[in-house]
């Protein structure tokens, strides 16, 4: 078999790796760059090496830095199937149009606005392409084996997000995993990543590969602010990633009402996406740790607010209530509308439950600046900022090495560190080389390598 790395290799995004036998092509995973300009580029180059003509795409899990790109592969011309979960389809059903949507809004924004060099700047894709490359959308269950040419595949199931899952994939005598995204061990939301059978060849990601995950318990630090916030009458926002970190905010804020631990007062879900996930959420409920019964309780307790209007309408609650809308890093979406509002409120109180990218509203306001520009004005920010740790779907550098010591891997076996950025492949790699007998590279961009029996 031959294995080229066309994404996600010396960086943490665009995940795509094209493996090939004599008679065979396959496409595992399928996203968009993401994040640095440099990286953003990639996305409009001409497809590598044919990639709209392989024979089949298996997809990890429906993030769109692994899944994203594939309505571009459509509009070249692809109509070949796409194997994922069940669960993977469903999110990417919400995911892909959405983005196309914001590409179609950003160039007519860019073009009015004179912003591009390009005289009529274009979306990497639109909203009715994404619609299209739906139908390509073929399920498969955990376990469940299925062949594309003379290859042989399997999903097991890789926490992080719902259907997120790692690829088994077999052919020549030789058995490869994609790790994907690998979640947590302990996570509130998500079932432990399966371990992995016995494998010749591993891609692994690197993404937590110099960190470690913040010890404190996320449930108290949510108490704390949530309790801190109502006593001074205040209003809590709460920026949050759609899928996955609204859910999962959903079910502490409303188990910790049940509990006592916080008064019980108005949740208000501004984000029609993350609404339309929670329903996936529920929908899929054996796929993670919430019973039918939890995942009941977290959407009566909630209003849901799907309108624009609904939205405004919550601006004339008064006393203390919880807002969670997009997006998770402040970039865009309902939060800033909110913002507006009560940012210069001194009671009022902005809670980020997730990573800041450098550059971001989210990480600015983190580091403490007294002042954000948003929509062409510059806001005082007088509402306490906090941050609630703890709660990323990505297994740290520890966690990885104990899945690894619990699956079946044999002392050969080779790692290629992948989806991770150069001081997190270096680190994990050091880690690896220390503590297990295997032998650990970090793959190269563009790199191909083979492998027989």
């Not at 830095?65 to 979960?85: I, K, N």
Request: glycine fraction near 10%; aromatic fraction near 8%.
């Amino acid at each position: 078999m031959r294995l080229t790395f066309l994404g996600a290799a010396e960086t943490v995004t665009g995940s795509k790796y094209l493996l090939e036998t004599a008679t065979t092509r396959v496409l595992i995973d399928c996203g968009m760059f993401q994040g640095y300009k440099w990286l953003r580029r990639r996305n409009w180059q001409p497809l590598p090496l044919g990639i709209n003509h392989v024979d089949g795409v298996v997809l990890t899990h429906a993030h769109l830095d692994h899944s994203g790109f594939l309505p571009v592969l459509y509009r070249e011309g692809y109509r070949g199937r796409v194997f994922t979960h069940a669960a993977t389809a469903g999110l990417c059903g919400l995911l892909w149009p959405d983005s196309g949507k914001i590409q179609e809004e950003d160039a007519k924004f860019y073009q009015r606005h004179k912003l591009s060099k390009h005289q009529n700047p274009e979306p990497l894709y639109d909203e009715a392409t994404a619609e299209a490359a739906l139908t390509l959308l073929e399920p498969v269950e955990f376990h469940q084996p299925f062949s594309i040419g003379d290859i042989q595949f399997s999903l097991r199931p890789a926490g992080h997000i719902l259907g997120a899952a790692s690829i088994i994939a077999e052919a020549d005598g030789v058995r490869i995993g994609f790790s994907g995204d690998v979640g947590r061990p302990n996570d509130i939301l998500m079932m432990p990543p399966e371990p992995l059978p016995e494998l010749d060849v591993l891609l692994l990601e690197a993404t937590y590969g110099d960190r470690r995950h913040d010890p404190e318990d996320p449930w108290q630090q949510l108490t704390d602010v949530v309790n801190e916030t109502a006593s001074s009458g205040g209003v809590l926002l709460i920026p949050s990633f759609a899928v996955g970190r609204a859910q999962l905010l959903q079910h502490m804020l409303i188990t910790l009402m049940q509990q006592k631990k916080i008064p019980r007062m108005p949740i208000f879900l501004d984000s029609p996406m993350a609404i339309n996930a929670s329903e996936l959420y529920q929908q899929f409920h054996q796929y993670h740790r919430l019973t039918a019964e939890q995942c009941y309780a977290a959407a009566a307790g909630v209003e849901y607010t799907r309108h624009v209007e609904d939205s405004k309408q919550i601006a004339q609650q008064t006393g203390p209530h919880i807002i969670i809308a997009g997006s998770g890093m402040a970039t865009g979406g309902r939060i800033l509308h909110h913002f507006k509002h009560w940012l210069g409120d001194h009671r009022a109180t902005v809670l980020f439950s997730g990573h800041q990218a450098g550059g971001t509203r989210g990480a600015k306001m983190v580091q403490g600046v007294e002042r954000i520009k948003l929509h062409g004005e510059w806001l005082p920010v007088k509402a306490r900022i906090r941050q609630l740790n703890g709660l990323s779907g990505h297994a740290d550098y520890s966690e990885i090495g104990d899945w690894l010591k619990a699956s079946k891997l044999p002392p050969q076996l080779q790692i290629f560190l992948v989806h991770g950025e150069p001081d997190s492949l270096e680190a994990m790699s050091d880690y690896l080389k220390q503590e297990t007998p295997f032998d650990i590279n970090v793959a190269d961009y563009m790199g191909v390598q083979h492998f027989k029996r």
